[in-house]
């Protein structure tokens, strides 16, 4: 699935709704989707293959 930088995503296993802030390539060559998220009032941020994600639903 491609993903867009602004785009709402969340694990294919379940979780909080991410804000997609960055898409790169790791120097081993893998893609990987950088997400954003609040725990409470925390930022929290990390990176994912495009494969473990899927756009959130309204």
Known sequence: MDFKV?????????????TVERIATHTNGNEYVECSWFVNEKLESNK??????????D
């Open 6 to 18: 602004g785009d709402v995503a969340v694990l294919k296993s379940g979780g909080p709704k991410m």
């Open 48 to 57: 994912f293959p495009p494969d473990a994600l899927e756009k959130a639903k």
